[in-house]
Structures are given as structure tokens and as C-alpha cells.
């Protein structure tokens, strides 16, 4: 969301901004609705102005029992023309606030400016990949063959793009979000929060959600919405609230099942758990003073490469180019997890910063101490990790010849000292 104040004096800066995302210039339309809002209201307050001394010279009119009935009637139809001059205010200051809310986030000046995913740069990776002496299988045939992943019967009681998981790798998904919730939270300072799977209207708005992905989202016949991601309740915690920076930063996290209806993917990934419409997640939220999001952005994305490095799965991360960052983003660390059933790396963990973009839609500020004034903060949100693709990840890079899955170390005093998983048998 926009100060339509900053745009005005910031057009040139606002446009190429937006040019970056491959946007086109929105400053002209948006000054010229901003200054037919301006001048309704100043109309409506000039007639209300003029309607007040009016009502002075009737009462002086009618106290020397002189005729006021020319004035009345102006009076009177004044009260229309305002009426029609607040109703024209009202009406362009919603177009305004209507078109601002569905405006991309600015990138900042370090992002590489691109049009997608080819755009993207790598900054850095970690570990090697192993060096199989057989054919490396994908997830799906690993488990699927296990006899603990079953899409069909997942079909059956839902629909496409759900999975049933048994036996060990139900307690693996189980485990993996228990250590990385035990790492964030013992090891990285965030606080962990079970927030409701359901949200309103309000809350989707606020971290910028709504309106523009509603047909990404699921909707309950009450009007809620399930969530797409921890991202959306933890950030709103703070929602309407003026914080004191005293308290800053605020780390949250959780695990929980996040639902998309992934519109617009028919045929991405049709097979196995990369792309479903339920998953888990651990995510990390962090509320900051302007000043300190920079930071928290690097910070936020090694807790989130750290988690990868002590189940010893090799990664890349890398930086999303303008044209490739999410909505409320202006600058994206994607780290992506190399899978050998694939032969390439997937995305497992998204860290951004949106500056003050969540903070101004929720309308939550920060104070320092013995000021008048309150600033917005900024919001910063990432994966940490992404549960089912991590499952992904530990069965392709730790699968054996025979088919079997070693248990990585930091997993196995959480899996009750297994340390091989061996074909599930269902009595």
C-alpha cells in the first residue's frame, strides 16, 4: 500500500519502480484521482462554509422579523450539493484506495531488474551434491514403492493434488516441523504461536492477499478464508497497534497447514507433493523498526539456510529479480534445495522484506520513547522450511539402492532413534 502524498511529490520515482516489475506508469491516474478527491471535498466544505453563515444572517433575518425565505431556500439546496459533492469525494477516494491496493511493492535499488525466473541470481550454494551409483528416483517413486504415499487414495477422499502419507514418513513430516520449530525457537529467538487456520477479510488485506489473489485463496461459506500461509496471522498479531520500538524486534513463528488453490498451475508438477493445494510450513515472521529490516532480512534467511545445513541437504540461494518477487515484496532471498530425482534445484524456503507495504494496509506503527509522532514499522515473513518439500528433499537426497531412506542424524532422536526407514507393512 501507498502514501498517494509520496506519489504525488515522487512520480518519476514511483514509475520506475514500478517499470521494474514490468508495470506500466500508474502516477498520472492516480494524482489525477487524487485531485478530483481533493477538489470534492474542497467543495463540500466551501458549501458547508457558505450553508453556516447563511444560517447566521437567517437567525439575524428572523430576529428583526424580517423575511428569510430566499435564504432558506438556498440553504436548502446547498445541503443537496453537498451532498452530491461528499458522495463525489467518496466515490473517487475509493477508486483511489481501490487501485493503491492492488499495486505491486517497489523493489529495492539492489534487486536485479528482470522480467522472471530467468532474471533470478545465485548468491551463494551450499554443499555438495551426492554422487549417486544408481539412478536417483523422485519422491513420489520413493514413496509410492515405500508403500507410504498414496495420491490415489488422497484422490478419493478429496480430489487431485493430495497425498496421504503412512507409517514412518507421516512421522517424518511430524518430526521435521518439530526440529524446525525447536531450532527457531531455542537457537534463533522467534516465539512460537499457534494462530487459527481461518482469517477474515481484514487480515488477508493486510498483508496483501486480498483483493487481487482471491482466486488463489479458499473461501468458507461464512465469509473466512483458509490460509495460505503462517505469513498472513503471525504479521497480523500487530495489526492496528502502535508498537513500542522498545519491543522490537517481534519474532514469530508456527507450523501450520496452509491451503492454495493453486489457480493458474493446471499441469506444473502434477505428479507427487511439490505442488498441493495442503501443506505444512513453518514459517517466520518478523516485525522491525525501519531501520533494522535490512538486517533482519540476512538474519531471517540464514536461520532458514541453517535448517538445511543440519539435515545436510544441499542448497542454493538466490535473488529474485524485480520481475519474479512476490506482491508485497521489495527484496526476496528463494533458497532452493537440490533434489537428484530431478536433477535440478526447488524452491523450499522464500525470505522477504515488504519495507512498510503490510504495515501501512494493517495500519501499525512504532513509537520511540517520549515521541509524539509514530512511524510505520516494517515486516519481513520466510519459510522455514517448507515441511512437505523438505520431506521431498531428505527422501531423494538420503534414498539408498534398495530403495530404503537413512534417516538423517538430526532427525533421528525425533523419529525414536530410527535410523533407516525400511517398506511399510500394513497388517
Not at 489473489?213 to 498472513?232: Q, R
Not at 507495504?357 to 509524539?372: I, L, V
Not at 520431506?391 to 525425533?414: F, K, T
Request: hydrophobic share 40%; net charge negative.
Amino acid at each position: 500500500m501507498y502514501d498517494i502524498k509520496w506519489i504525488v511529490a515522487n512520480p518519476d520515482a514511483f514509475d520506475q519502480g514500478l517499470a521494474k516489475r514490468g508495470v506500466e506508469a500508474l502516477s498520472q491516474s492516480l494524482i489525477e484521482l487524487d485531485e478530483t478527491r481533493r477538489r470534492a471535498m474542497t467543495e463540500a466544505q466551501s458549501i458547508q462554509t457558505e450553508r453556516n453563515n447563511f444560517a447566521k444572517q437567517i437567525g439575524i433575518l428572523k430576529s428583526k422579523g424580517e423575511d428569510a425565505s430566499d435564504l432558506i431556500e438556498h440553504v436548502s439546496k446547498s445541503k443537496q450539493l453537498q451532498a452530491e459533492a461528499e458522495q463525489k469525494a467518496e466515490a473517487a477516494e475509493l477508486q483511489l484506495l481501490t487501485a493503491l491496493a492492488e499495486i505491486p511493492n517497489l523493489p529495492y535499488e539492489d534487486v536485479p531488474v528482470g522480467v522472471d525466473e530467468n532474471g533470478n541470481v545465485v548468491i551463494r550454494k551450499i554443499g555438495t551434491p551426492k554422487d549417486f551409483q544408481f539412478d536417483a528416483k523422485q519422491h513420489f517413486e520413493i514413496g509410492e514403492s515405500l508403500g507410504m504415499m498414496d495420491f490415489d487414495r488422497a484422490s478419493k477422499l478429496a480430489t487431485s493434488r493430495f497425498v496421504v502419507l503412512k507409517g514412518a514418513l507421516a512421522r517424518m513430516e511430524r518430526a521435521l516441523a518439530a526440529f524446525m520449530l525447536d531450532i527457531h525457537t531455542s537457537v534463533n529467538g522467534y516465539v512460537e504461536i499457534n494462530p487459527p487456520a481461518l482469517v477474515n477479510d481484514k487480515t488477508l488485506f493486510g498483508t496483501g492477499q486480498l483483493p487481487k489473489f482471491a482466486d488463489d485463496l479458499f473461501k468458507t461459506e461464512d465469509g473466512l478464508w483458509l490460509i495460505p500461509t503462517a505469513e498472513v496471522p503471525l504479521t497480523s498479531m500487530v495489526s492496528g497497534d502502535i508498537l513500542d520500538s522498545s519491543s522490537l524486534p517481534k519474532r514469530y513463528t508456527a507450523m501450520t497447514w496452509c491451503f492454495r488453490s493453486e489457480a493458474g498451475s493446471a499441469g506444473r508438477d502434477t505428479r507427487g507433493m511439490i505442488r498441493q493445494h495442503q501443506f505444512s510450513k513453518v514459517e517466520m515472521v518478523s516485525i522491525t523498526k525501519p531501520e533494522d529490516s535490512d538486517a533482519e532480512l540476512e538474519r531471517m534467511t540464514a536461520c532458514a539456510e541453517d535448517i538445511l545445513k543440519r539435515l545436510g541437504l544441499p542448497f542454493q540461494t538466490i535473488i529474485l529479480c524485480s520481475g519474479d518477487m512476490g506482491f508485497g515484496a521489495r527484496k526476496t532471498y528463494d533458497i532452493e534445495v537440490w533434489l537428484p530425482g530431478q536433477q535440478k534445484y526447488r524452491e523450499i524456503s522464500s525470505c522477504s522484506t515488504c519495507g512498510d507495504f503490510q504495515a501501512r494496509r494493517m495500519k501499525t506503527r512504532m513509537r520511540e520513547p517520549g515521541a509524539k509522532s509514530t512511524e510505520f514499522v516494517h515486516t519481513l515473513n520466510g519459510s522455514g522450511l517448507a515441511v512437505g518439500r523438505t520431506l521431498i528433499a531428505v527422501l531423494e537426497n538420503y534414498q539408498m539402492a534398495d530403495g530404503r531412506i537413512e534417516v538423517p542424524e538430526a532427525l533421528r532422536s525425533y523419529m525414536g532413534g530410527l535410523e533407516i526407514i525400511e517398506p511399510f507393512q500394513d497388517n
